[in-house]
Structure formats: structure tokens, C-alpha cells
């Protein structure tokens, strides 16, 4: 199982900035499907706060519409695997292909994040 947040503004897509969304949905999600673990509010938490916030949740990959460079750094060293969309995304879309590719062939940072828990 991996954990899955994703930066949205109307909990239905991946609408957000790191730096500016209001908050994140955390999805549990494995081969045999996903569940809603929760939905985190923001608040008025800055770049380290937020970090702080994935890590807390146990975040292992983190989606949003927009991430500085310095910002994505700071996700990567709390050893989380930041992913940007330059649009808008359907969660459950993502949701689904995630769940796919770990029922087939996960990509090798998803099997980097299995093994760890492992």
C-alpha cells in the first residue's frame, strides 16, 4: 500500500498549488483498489508546514497543479515523490491508474516505496 495525497480545492480533482491549496485528500491506495484515509486542511501553513503535514500523514506521493523548485526539493527530502500537473486531474481518474499500474507493472518508484515498507 502506498499513501497518496493529492492538493485539491473541490475534492474531486487535482486542482491545487502546493504553495496556495487549501487542502489535501489522502487516499490509501493498492492493487486491489483505494479509500479515502482523509482530508487535511491547510490552513495558513507555509512550504515547511505543509511538508510537515505529508510526512505526519505518512505521505509516500503527493500530486498537485504547481510546485516551486524550492518547494518540490523540500517534499523530496521528506521523502516524499512530488508529481505536477500542468491541468487539471480527475482524482479518481489517477486513482484508478495508480491502482492499475500496482496490480501490473508499478513504475520503479512505486516499487522503491513498497519495498521500504516492506
Known sequence: MVKVAFFTND??????????????????????????HGVIPTGEERTEGRVEMLVNEHVDIMYCVEIGPAAAAKVVNGKIFPIKYKQVVNIEDELEK?????????????KKILEARA
Open 98 to 110: 495508480l491502482t492499475s499500474m500496482m496490480a501490473t507493472n508499478p513504475p520503479p518508484f512505486i
Open 11 to 36: 475534492l474531486k480533482n487535482i486542482d491545487a498549488h502546493f504553495g496556495s491549496g487549501e487542502q489535501f485528500a489522502v487516499y490509501d491506495v493498492d492493487a486491489n483498489g483505494y479509500s479515502l
